[in-house]
């Protein structure tokens, strides 16, 4: 029984972002349609090429996407909103960007359909929109069309598909409310229908996405799975696919399922392996996702090989990536500037591929009592082990302030009834404060500053200048339109979480670790690479320079820790509580000098607090409690006329409302804009419990500019829901990624869509 290789899926955004690029040049106009699906062509072409020469005995068709996976399940389920099919019954390429980014028609904002994060990643997904006379049907033929055109390069494919109920589950019900898993049956006749084209193509294996499956999930949707697969099993080998958790609780389920394998991601349950081997038939495939997919550390070889050594034999196994390497950076070799005893730590895509093809080598060889193979891959790893004892990972100082973290306070000195008092008095700010998230447009030409002083093109002396002049525009704009409190708008910054790594003690960073986020956004994670401290203030001298030059409020806008360990590569010798408490002490201290420095609005962003929580109920009351304790450290310093702020984005906050009360940040705003009212109804249930909120009131991600009849609109809905005098509006997020025009007139709507709402509730 040889045991095979393969990943789950391959990032996709090409070794120099080449999708990222076209695509925008496809929305600017710069580039046709047939420029842009030949680009597509061509990295799936290289990508292909490079897995095999990696040595992947299977090679993944269908982890390719214009904008987003899910999106592309739901097209070619015909499922598209209607109010993106106008004057159009045929699905094409820019049906899938209205759906994704929205559009304008007639003078009228056509809104996108929801984004929210995928699983406990950093990756988004587009939600699918459901209604009680949904009518499924099989269209937009991209997948059929790539797995011909693998098949013309005489690759050996394994097509994916999102499953079926985990299609369902990441939906959400529009108009009159009805129990989505009752469109169950018209979707399987599509996915039957897609499962009888690959038949025909003589496809061997599909690898079926259920990731919902590591979930707590209701009686009825895990009961479902018994006669789905019943009716999808038979045409094609099924490869009933699971990842970013264990999935132990349902064992006894899926060991029913008519399936041929299982795929198990080992990284997040990595003493199930004799559990799964017991419980599951003897004639399913075992695929053991025992390469991180999610992470660019060097897998310990040697000891996956003596944890699946006892089961060569006994079972036909398949050596894989934990989940797809979508969330990986691509290539290491490309990273030229890391010091080499640092690279020899670290393992990217493709040498996550050679990984798993040195595993299935070891593996196959205890066949034939080679222990060569083991010997290398223990030498695989002993550079790796090294990381134990290096100074660069251990900082003596860090262990012992965290030692007494518990000297410091936990919580802000009085509550928010007491301390509201003080900051109206203090701000004086009017009804329905305006403001904006943080950033404003990052024109080519400060791009241009900051990379000339990063290679040292320029003097620091210029680049200061350079900065500080962007900063007074900012300023003066915000200004002219009349915006209550103002921002600085972080033209120094190049990311949210990158720039205070850079800033920052135990991080490093890559030239080209570049995964993607969504469509064409993409991120370079710093690296955790050992104990974190700050050894200098870091955002002071731009933001007391930005309120020197202005009378109104300065907004403070620092990155939280808790977002900056969620998108961030992870340290994997200590736990993620300790990481992030090293995190809340460093920027403790900044807010610590940003209040002496005179700043009374300090916004502290954690977009990641519901990405970071466990997957499954039971472990999430661990997590909460300590997250919610990391942020409370992190702000317990201030006075309580300093007003704290918090943002958060893309997320599903009804399932952490209460925590977010429990933050105790004086405002909190939210992305709501793509939203619909459950987000609303579930701030209507708690807000006598709420302080402040600014509820985003714009899609800064969409080309849509929202009128001031749009914007009085959506203030009078949100204030069936909100008090008036805790309401604040702002749009959802920051506006580096817009134009400057753009971002004027969207905000000068917004300014005057509050004035005539203000003339009205006064």
């Not at 059929?144 to 939906?171: N, T, V």
């Not at 790594?501 to 050992?530: A, D, H, M």
């Amino acid at each position: 029984m040889t045991i095979v290789g393969h990943t789950l899926g391959f990032p996709r955004i090409g070794l120099y972002r080449e999708l990222k690029y076209a695509l925008e040049n496809y929305w600017n106009g710069k580039i046709q349609e047939d420029k842009l699906l030949e680009i597509g062509r061509t990295l799936r072409m290289r990508h292909w090429k490079q897995q095999k020469d990696s040595g992947m005995d299977w090679i993944p068709v269908g982890d390719f996407a214009w904008y987003d996976h899910v999106l592309t399940t739901s097209l070619m389920l015909n499922n598209v909103p209607n109010r993106h099919r106008v004057f159009q019954e045929k699905i094409t390429l820019n049906t899938l960007f209205k759906v994704s980014r929205g559009y304008s028609l007639n003078n009228k904002l056509i809104p996108p359909s929801e984004m929210k994060k995928w699983f406990n990643t950093n990756y988004h997904y587009i939600v699918p929109e459901f209604i009680q006379t949904q009518e499924f049907k099989l269209n937009w033929t991209q997948l059929f069309d790539e797995i011909d055109e693998a098949l013309s390069l005489k690759h050996k494919i394994k097509p994916i598909l999102l499953g079926p109920i985990s299609y369902l589950w990441l939906g959400k019900v529009k108009g009159k409310k009805f129990d989505r898993l009752s469109l169950l049956p018209a979707v399987l006749s599509v996915y039957q229908n897609i499962l009888n084209i690959f038949s025909k193509k003589n496809i061997d294996w599909v690898q079926i996405d259920e990731p919902i499956l590591v979930l707590e999930l209701p009686s009825k949707w895990l009961e479902a799975y018994l006669n789905t697969y019943e009716q999808l099993h038979g045409k094609v080998k099924l490869l009933l696919t699971t990842y970013f958790d264990s999935i132990y609780h349902h064992l006894n389920i899926i060991k029913q399922l008519k399936v041929d394998g299982l795929h198990v991601d080992l990284v997040s349950s990595p003493d199930n392996v004799p559990l799964i081997h017991t419980q599951i038939p003897k004639n399913w495939i075992l695929s053991a996702g025992v390469i991180n997919g999610r992470n660019i550390w060097k897998t310990n070889l040697h000891n996956w090989f003596k944890k699946l050594s006892p089961l060569v034999g006994e079972r036909k196994i398949w050596i894989g990536s934990s989940c797809s390497l979508l969330h990986s950076p691509i290539d290491l070799n490309m990273e030229k500037k890391l010091d080499k005893h640092i690279t020899e730590w670290f393992a990217f895509a493709l040498q996550k591929c050679a990984e798993i093809k040195m595993l299935c080598t070891a593996l196959n060889s205890k066949n034939k009592n080679d222990s060569t193979y083991e010997d290398i891959l223990n030498k695989y790893y002993i550079t790796s082990s090294l990381r134990s004892h290096s100074t660069t990972i251990h900082n003596i100082q860090v262990k012992k302030r965290l030692e007494h973290i518990n000297k410091i306070p936990h919580s802000r000195c009085s509550p928010y009834t007491a301390r509201v008092i003080l900051q109206h008095k203090n701000l004086n700010l009017p009804l329905f404060p305006t403001t904006t998230i943080g950033s404003f447009p990052q024109t080519e030409e400060i791009r241009k500053l900051r990379a000339n002083f990063k290679n040292n093109q320029i003097e620091k002396k210029d680049y200061y200048v350079g900065i500080k002049n962007y900063i007074k525009k900012i300023i003066v704009e915000q200004e002219k339109l009349d915006l209550d409190v103002l921002v600085h708008g972080e033209p120094e910054r190049n990311d949210m979480v990158e720039y205070f790594g850079e800033n920052l003690n135990g991080f490093i960073f890559t030239q080209n670790g570049w995964v993607q986020s969504y469509g064409s956004r993409c991120v370079k994670p710093p690296v955790i690479i050992g104990d974190i401290n700050r050894s200098k203030p870091i955002t002071t001298k731009w933001i007391s320079y930005a309120q020197s030059l202005t009378n109104k409020p300065i907004k403070g806008i620092l990155t939280g820790p808790v977002t900056i360990m969620s998108w961030s590569f992870l340290r994997e010798d200590i736990q993620r509580k300790t990481i992030a408490l090293q995190l809340a002490l460093s920027i403790r201290d900044e807010v610590i000098d940003l209040e002496k420095s005179g700043i009374r609005i300090i916004q502290i962003d954690e977009p990641a607090l519901r990405e970071g929580l466990p997957l499954k109920y039971s472990d999430q009351k661990q997590y909460l409690e300590w997250a919610i304790n990391v942020f409370r450290i992190t702000t317990s310093s201030v006075k309580d006329d300093t007003q704290i702020h918090t943002h958060m984005c893309y997320s599903e906050f009804s399932d952490i409302i209460h925590a977010i009360i429990e933050l105790d940040a004086d405002v909190i705003s939210i992305e709501a804009s793509r939203s619909d009212e459950k987000i609303l109804e579930t701030i209507q249930n708690v807000v006598i419990n709420l302080n402040e909120i600014g509820p985003g009131i714009y899609d800064i991600h969409s080309t849509n500019e929202p009128t001031q009849n749009d914007l009085v609109e959506k203030i009078n809905q949100l204030l069936k829901y909100i008090p008036k005098n805790r309401l604040w509006i702002n749009p959802d997020c920051g506006l580096k990624t817009r134009s400057w025009p753009e971002t004027k007139q969207s905000l000068n709507n917004m300014v005057s869509a509050v004035k005539v709402l203000r003339k009205q509730y006064s």
